[in-house]
C-alpha cells in the first residue's frame, strides 16, 4: 500500500478572476473553465480547514487568478498570521490593482514570499502581453509594499519579478534586472511555453540573460532530457493543489480536470489520497498506464517522461529534478553549514 501523503504545505486556490487578459492565459481563454469556475477562498472554508488540519503549516494562495482582488483576503491573512500558518503567492501576482490596507496588511500579517509578474521594463513593452495592465501603478505598488517593510522593519515578504521572455520585452532584460535589484527583488526570467508566439529576435544575446543557457523550452529539453516545468509534479506529494472551492486539482497547471473528493467537505487528507491521485502518482513513478480519467493524461510535463522513460523518483520528489542542488539548498538553510555548503559548490562548479 502506498505511504499516505500528509503535507504540511498546501497551495489553494485564493482567486480564480483576474483583471488582465495575458493572451497565452488560459484565465483569459477560459480554458480552465468549466473545473475552475470563477470564484475566490472564502475565510469560512479556510478557517474550517485550518481547524481540521493544525498540521498545516504553510499555504501558497496564488494560481490562476489574482488573489488580491479577493474580498477575503484581508481576512485570510489575519487568520493565518493568528494560527503561524505562512502565506505565499508564489505562483504570481500582477499587482495591478492594491489597496494600501491590503500591502500593509502583506506586510503586517507575515506574507512570507510573492513573485510579481512583470514581463517588460517599460510601459510599452509591459502591456504588449499584460493586457490592460498598467506598469507604472505595478511599480508604485511594489515601492508601497517596500516602504511597508521599512516602516515595520520587516523583510518579508520576499519579492521576485517573474519576467516571461518573448521577442517583443528580450531588449528590456538589462533594464527589467537593474529595476528588480533597485526594488530589493529577486530577477526571475523564464521561458515561453509558447515559441511561436513572439518568438525570440536574438536567441544567442537571450541566453547570455539567462542561467540555463538556453533560449526555450525545446532547446532545454534537448540540453538535459527533462521538460522545463518537471519539477511540478512533485506537487503531488509535497504541496498538493486544491481549488477555492476545495477541488483537489493535485498541482497548478491542471485544469483539465479534477481527482475527486473535496477538501473542504470530505476532509483534506481524504480527498488528497483518494483513488485517482494516487493512481496519478504512480502514473509519474512510471509503475501504471496512463488513465483517460486522470488528468495528468492531457499535461506535456506527463507526455515529455512517457516518451524519454525518465519518470520521477522519491529523490526528485524530495530535492527537485537536479538533486544535487536541491539538497544543497536544503542544507544551505541551516546557518551553521553555510560555509561548507559553499565550499562543496565550490568544487562541483
Not at 518568438?199 to 526555450?216: A, K, T
Request: contains cysteine; aromatic residues 10%.
Amino acid at each position: 500500500m502506498a505511504k499516505r501523503i500528509r503535507p504540511t504545505k498546501i497551495r489553494i486556490e485564493g482567486m480564480s478572476v483576474c483583471q488582465l487578459r495575458c493572451p497565452l492565459c488560459p484565465t483569459t481563454t477560459k480554458e480552465i473553465q468549466p473545473t475552475i469556475s470563477p470564484g475566490y477562498l472564502k475565510i469560512g472554508d479556510f478557517t474550517d480547514l485550518l481547524r481540521r488540519n493544525r498540521r498545516i503549516k504553510h499555504v501558497e494562495l496564488s494560481n490562476f487568478g489574482e488573489i488580491l482582488l479577493s474580498p477575503d483576503l484581508m481576512a485570510i491573512m489575519k487568520l493565518a498570521d493568528e494560527r503561524g500558518v505562512l502565506l505565499t503567492a508564489d505562483n504570481g501576482l500582477n499587482m495591478n490593482t492594491a489597496t494600501d490596507e491590503l500591502l500593509e496588511g502583506m506586510v503586517r500579517f507575515g506574507f512570507r514570499s510573492a513573485t510579481i509578474s512583470i514581463d517588460g521594463a517599460t510601459p510599452e513593452s509591459y502591456v504588449t502581453y499584460r493586457v490592460g495592465g498598467d506598469f507604472e501603478a505595478v511599480i508604485e505598488n511594489l515601492r508601497k509594499l517596500n516602504t511597508y517593510k521599512k516602516k515595520y522593519g520587516s523583510k518579508y515578504p520576499v519579492l521576485s519579478w517573474q519576467f516571461i521572455v518573448f521577442g517583443h520585452n528580450e531588449a528590456d532584460l538589462p533594464r527589467a534586472r537593474e529595476l528588480a535589484k533597485e526594488l530589493d527583488m529577486v530577477f526571475c526570467p523564464k521561458l515561453s511555453y509558447d515559441e511561436e508566439y513572439s518568438p525570440l529576435e536574438d536567441e544567442s544575446f537571450v541566453r547570455s540573460q539567462l542561467d540555463e543557457s538556453v533560449s526555450s523550452r525545446s532547446e532545454y529539453l534537448d540540453r538535459y532530457d527533462r521538460h522545463y516545468a518537471s519539477d511540478i509534479c512533485r506537487q503531488l506529494w509535497r504541496e498538493p493543489q486544491i481549488n477555492w472551492d476545495g477541488k483537489v486539482l493535485g498541482c497548478c497547471i491542471n485544469y483539465w480536470g479534477e481527482f475527486g473528493g473535496n477538501a473542504f467537505t470530505d476532509g483534506l487528507e481524504e480527498s488528497i489520497n483518494g483513488e485517482r491521485i494516487e493512481y496519478a502518482r504512480q502514473m509519474l513513478f512510471g509503475r501504471k498506464k496512463s488513465r483517460t480519467d486522470i488528468p495528468c493524461t492531457r499535461c506535456s510535463v506527463y507526455k515529455s517522461m512517457e516518451k524519454s522513460g525518465r519518470w520521477q523518483s522519491m529523490l526528485k520528489i524530495r530535492y527537485g529534478s537536479r538533486p544535487l542542488s536541491g539538497m544543497l539548498a536544503a542544507l544551505y538553510a541551516f546557518s551553521r553549514l553555510k560555509p561548507l555548503v559553499r565550499f562543496i559548490r565550490r568544487r562541483i562548479s
